[in-house]
């Protein structure tokens, strides 16, 4: 007589078994979508960098602490660099430049404009909450090279995303009206990002359901911390649908 086995077990076997699920990383299919995705990643660590400094500009209290955050930056757009390098993967940069342009020009307006709050909603609250869903959702397909990189980059973007919390919940009232506008305005940009990363994400093993339902989560929670109540962050995500 065969030994039972209890639901429970069999459950969590099929479950461990499909997150386990490694891609094959030699594929051709899988270098392509690698040569976009790594862009994407590279060019969003240059630009952070440069977003970081410029905002140094903007609050020059604090330009110190901001240069730190660059200097990260800078360090996590050396180590995706690499991973392509590690998998013989050139990066298709003129992708990834066209990915990031109308978060970019948002930006660049709102700098020029001396927009303090919408430079940070932009880049320490949405494109931070975004690194750090991929990240999450990259660090168990990722190969073991990447893998490494990629949590030790993790840890520091939530130091980014804290900075922006806090300047923004020690500001909160003379920012709320700002903020709402400016979640109207990006995260549809945040949301057309996500679909057009979707099928190579997929390639990669990694689910748009799966990064839709973190970034959310981490941007909501931001929300929450900063200060708006659950009737106001569901209003701001609606943005979104
Ligand atoms: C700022 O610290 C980081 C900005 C980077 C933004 C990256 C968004 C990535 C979305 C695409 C999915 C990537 C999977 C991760 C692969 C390394
Ligand atoms: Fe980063
Ligand atoms: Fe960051």
């Given amino acids: 007589m065969p030994t039972p086995v209890s639901p429970e077990v069999a459950v969590l076997d099929e479950r461990d078994a499909s997150a386990q699920q490694l891609p094959d990383f030699s594929t051709e299919a899988y270098k392509d979508a690698y040569s976009r995705i790594n862009a994407i990643v590279i060019e969003g ?3 952070a960098y440069d977003n970081y400094m410029a905002l140094g ?3 020059p209290e604090n330009k110190d602490e901001l240069a730190k955050l660059a200097k990260m930056e800078m360090k996590h757009m050396k180590g995706f660099t690499s991973c392509g390098r590690n998998l013989g993967v050139t990066a298709d940069m003129p992708f990834a430049k066209k990915f990031f342009g109308p978060l970019h ?6 700098l020029k404009e001396d927009r303090v709050v919408t430079c940070l909603l932009i880049q320490a609250l949405l494109i931070e909450a975004f690194a750090i869903s991929a990240y999450h959702i990259y660090i168990p397909v990722a190969d073991p ?3 490494k990189i990629t949590e030790g980059v993790v840890k520091d973007e939530y130091l980014h995303l804290n900075y922006g919390e806090l300047w923004l919940k020690n500001n909160f009232e003379a920012s709320k009206e700002e903020l709402f506008a400016a979640n109207k305005e990006n995260l549809p940009l945040i949301r057309s990002m996500l679909d057009q990363v979707a099928s190579d994400a997929a390639t990669l093993h990694m689910e748009k359901e799966d990064l839709i339902e973190d970034f959310l989560i981490g941007y909501q929670e931001a929300l929450s911390e900063i200060g708006f109540n659950m009737r106001e962050i569901a209003r701001m995500a609606a943005a979104a649908l």
Avoid: D, G
């Avoid at 020009?105 to 709102?110: D, G, L, R, S, V």
């Fill in 45 to 47: 660590e240059q630009e």
């Fill in 57 to 59: 500009t903007l609050i």
């Fill in 105 to 110: 020009q948002n930006f660049q307006k709102a």
């Fill in 145 to 147: 090279f990447a893998r």
